[in-house]
């Protein structure tokens, strides 16, 4: 398995400095696989430095590509994250016209830098009926069907659709039924109502992606959430740690579990 961190465009450092540098420089210190770009206008470093896939020319996209294999860095995953500001204007999925425009952006920068997923989600809007939420992801798999991109949603997102929770998010995938299709997990325990791995064993091969904070050895049994990883995902353990002082002590505990139990 794989280790990556999700990473944002950050202000440079120097004159000259692309945006995304600074968190490939820190990746490629680590020694860690990959990245997860999220994708928001907003960067908390200013305007001018957010990632937004409608902005990005041709020319950005080849230096993206460029700069990662400079670095030995994969970028692996995209995630819409700027979804949480829109659904706070749009609480309505029915007002996402052009947050599906968005997202399908979304979906086409995915497969011009070369990831493999795009974790979507539509922050805290609530869905009418199912129907209406199965339309919208249907028409968003076209997308990602033609562009050969796997889309991932988080249970813990989903559930704020009213639609249900994680056994729901299941049925979804199963009933759109596409291989571009299936769940980002992160296991939110013991905030959660299920422990990682039963979340895992739930989900099954439906997991397209995994999500991680900090390491938790008092809390997670991850010798069983490597068993049951073991039986149906073998690609990124994605930390998403917004301090990078703490990132370390985490990727040095995770490299140790991997090597006793992976």
């Known amino acids: 398995m794989k280790i990556g961190l999700r990473v944002s465009f950050l202000k440079p450092g120097k004159s000259g400095e692309h945006p995304f540098e600074p968190a490939l420089k820190f990746a490629s210190r680590l020694g860690l696989d990959g990245v997860e770009l999220c994708l928001d206008p907003r960067s908390p470093w200013g305007d001018d430095f957010g990632a937004w896939s409608e902005d ?10 460029e700069l990662c294999r ?19 204007y749009c609480p309505k999925l029915k007002h996402w016209s052009r947050g599906l425009e968005i997202l399908k952006e979304d979906i086409k920068l995915t497969a011009d830098l070369g990831g493999r997923v795009l974790l979507i989600h539509f922050g805290v809007s609530r869905a009418e009926n199912w129907d209406e939420a199965k339309s919208m992801l249907s028409s968003l798999v076209d997308v990602a069907e033609a562009y050969d991109v796997k889309l991932g949603l988080e249970g813990g997102i989903w559930a704020r659709l009213g639609l249900g929770g994680l056994l729901e998010l299941c049925r979804m995938v199963d009933e759109i039924a596409s291989d571009h299709l299936g769940v980002y997990e992160h296991c939110y325990w013991p905030r959660g109502t299920m422990k990682p791995h039963e979340e895992i064993e739930l989900v099954g091969r439906r997991i397209v992606a995994l999500h991680s904070g900090r390491i938790d050895l008092k809390n997670v049994d991850y010798e069983a959430m490597f068993k049951a990883l073991k039986k149906y995902y073998d690609w990124y353990w994605m930390f998403e740690i917004d301090e990078w002082s703490e990132v370390g002590e985490s990727l040095n505990l995770l490299r140790e579990l ?5």
């Open 56 to 65: 990005l020319t041709i020319e950005d996209r080849r230096r993206i590509v």
């Open 70 to 88: 400079s670095y030995g860095v994969e970028l692996a995953s995209l995630s819409s994250d700027w979804a949480w500001g829109y659904s706070r």
């Open 258 to 262: 991997m090597r006793k139990y992976w």
